[in-house]
């Protein structure tokens, strides 16, 4: 039997540290200590501290404005080891390694990032002639299949806040440069059902994406596909949706 010293594990400096990191990454921007003493319920000079020291090993990081906090990478390094926990990672790369097999292209398991899209998973196809990239690495949310099916399915608040601090250069001839161009895609694509890219990033490189729902009926995370059009049409592309739906709806369940 444990003794109860009467304290509740909140109000420790360990949980507080944790409930932190909680309400900073649920917003999903930079949070204020007064948003953060408030939520919380602790008083303004501890919060201080903690987030002092928190910043210190990389876990918060300041914003702009010194007074916000957001996201560290040390904490972005955490979820993203938790997100490829050993288990469900291989089993997510298995249900990758079959839709490669069915439609014989380069397919990837991503998420959103802060401002851009993270690779969580990915596999290649056998073609001499791929893109490669490795699983954590970061590219565009305006001019990929991916980042573009995350941004469709933010709420409002969240897409006018994210689209603002969006830089929307031109990759190729292709790319969205235009806010008004960029909602309006984002309107077809939550029509659709799918996302694409149409040599926005790459030229000479098509995408088609799929969004992985979680329990809540959030996009979480998103299933793609890519291939060079020297091999590839976009309307062939396109014909293989149903499999990365079926792959996408295999991917729900190991979120």
Known sequence: MTANNGMNPKNSSAGRVLRIMDVVSKHGRAISLAEITEQLDIPKGTAHRLCAQLVDMGFLAR????????IGSALRRLALSTLNHRSIQSLRHQVLIELVKQVEETCNFTTL???EVVYLDRVESQWPLRLI???GSHVPLHCTASGKMMLAHL???EFSQIVAHLKLDAKTPSTITSLVDLENECREIRELGYSTD???FIAGLIAVAV?????HGDVRAVVAMHAPTARMSLEHAKKQLPYLSKAAREMETLL
């Open 198 to 200: 149409r040599e926005e």
């Open 155 to 157: 709420p409002p608040k």
């Open 63 to 70: 914003d702009i404005d010194a007074r916000s906090y957001g």
């Open 133 to 135: 990239l490795d699983v």
């Open 113 to 115: 990032d802060g401002t």
């Open 211 to 215: 969004p992985v729902y979680d329990s």
